[in-house]
């Protein structure tokens, strides 16, 4: 068996069992005799809007590659996860589907534990807009205290270009400010977000001509890791190691962490992380 019949058979395989995985009754489907679980071929190809015999052609690994069209058809008919989406695409074209948006709807209890795990290191999530949907005690009182902000405030686009403490605690605003829209901009691409930036580019350039410029130089850079130095009204002037992360199965999101380069900077991050918890013990 060559390769190409390898992949066909596998991908013929996969999609047999999901199929068979189906619950009829519950896609609002007739209880009729079945010989099988699941859904009829039939049925998937008619959810799919294809022909039965193509359909029955891809499970038994015949008629070649089909296109990136029919292969999403046939996960939305089959209601794939997006794994199993992007394993199916492997299995047909050897590739991942291309990037669907989707709009954010929070982090996991268990991602914002992973925030909380770093009581030096301020860190957060960010959206493929650049919004900040959930952080950390450090990044409050190193950062920004997002939690004072309204929601729509919350993004880190706005804070550069729009407000003038975030821009004070920059020691080489420009620069940083390049960097943040060639980043920004070749990630929301990357996200398949690019219809969703384009309110805020639109306000953006209203608001500040230097992001006009800057986004009309159309640069791209990858974010990676790297130093930033940042000024603090109570730490003077630190520096700090970034790094940025993929959150897995969510290309909406990303974890930016950003870790003090000195013992004595780390210690006094946790010193005021826990004199805020103690303030807000009190006046709780």
Known sequence: MDSDSAHESALGAYLKDRRGRLNPAALGLPPARRRTAGLRREEVAQRANISTTWYTWLEQGRGGAPSASVLDRITQALMLTEAEREHVFLLGLGRMPDVRYRAPNGVTPRLQRVLDSMTASPAFIRTATWDVVAWNKAAAVVLTDYAALEPSERNILRLIFGDPHSRATQPDWESVARYVVAVFRAESARAG???????????????SPEFAAMWQ????RGHGDGLKQRRHPCLGLITLEYSAFAVDGRPDLSMVIYNPVS????????????ERSDATTERG
């Open 263 to 274: 013992g004595l900077v780390a210690d006094r991050i946790q010193a005021l992380v826990s």
């Open 217 to 220: 130089d159309n640069d791209v």
């Open 193 to 207: 977000a690019l219809a969703e930036v384009v309110p805020l580019v639109e306000e953006l350039s209203r608001l």
